[in-house]
């Protein structure tokens, strides 16, 4: 099933989850070198990622949104898209208020901001695990036809041109 939201020929979604996702890791990752060395200026650039990890966030959802509603109805893909969803919205939800315990302080962030995080990058990697499920099982956002001689996107072609015939030669 193809993607209905796309950018030159690609999902944006996938192209956008990037974003918060590694702004969210890695703010977590700086909250844990923070607390190693006693050091509050990385809880400050944490703060800041986290808020741009939001922003990316919101960005990718509305875009998955889009592709999440031209699924049918009754289909696996479909449930298994409102988990996905679901669980990444939970994910954002966590980080804002992690965020929002975090403003005016520069010192070490509370125990509930940092739980708040760390329990929203477990979530993730749930609903990380989801959305692979959705592209590599049930091939949600994978264009018709796609093998591996496809023509590149940016061409008038479908990925249905060029048969396959990789699989009679070996390099």
Not at 61 to 66: E, I, P
Not at 75 to 104: P, Q
Not at 119 to 131: K, M, P, R, S
């Amino acid at each position: 099933m193809e993607s209905k939201a796309k950018l030159l020929g690609h999902p944006i979604h996938p192209m956008l989850i990037v974003f918060p996702l590694g702004l969210f890791a890695t703010a977590v990752a700086f909250d844990v070198v923070g607390l190693v060395n006693n050091d509050s200026s990385w809880f400050r650039i944490s703060f800041w990622m986290i808020a741009a990890g939001i922003i990316g966030g919101l960005c990718a959802a509305v875009f998955g949104l889009v592709d999440w509603f031209a699924i049918p109805s009754g289909t696996r893909a479909k449930r298994i898209g409102l988990l996905h969803g679901g669980a990444n919205v939970i994910v954002v939800l966590l980080f804002v208020i992690s965020w929002f315990i975090r403003r005016g302080g520069d010192e070490i962030p509370s125990a509930a901001a940092l739980a708040f995080s760390f329990i929203a990058i477990v979530v993730g990697l749930v609903g990380g695990w989801l959305g692979g499920e959705l592209v590599d099982r049930l091939g949600v956002g994978v264009d018709n036809g796609a093998h591996l001689n496809a023509p590149s996107s940016l061409s008038d072609k479908p990925a249905t041109s060029h048969a396959p015939e990789y699989s009679a030669r070996r390099a």
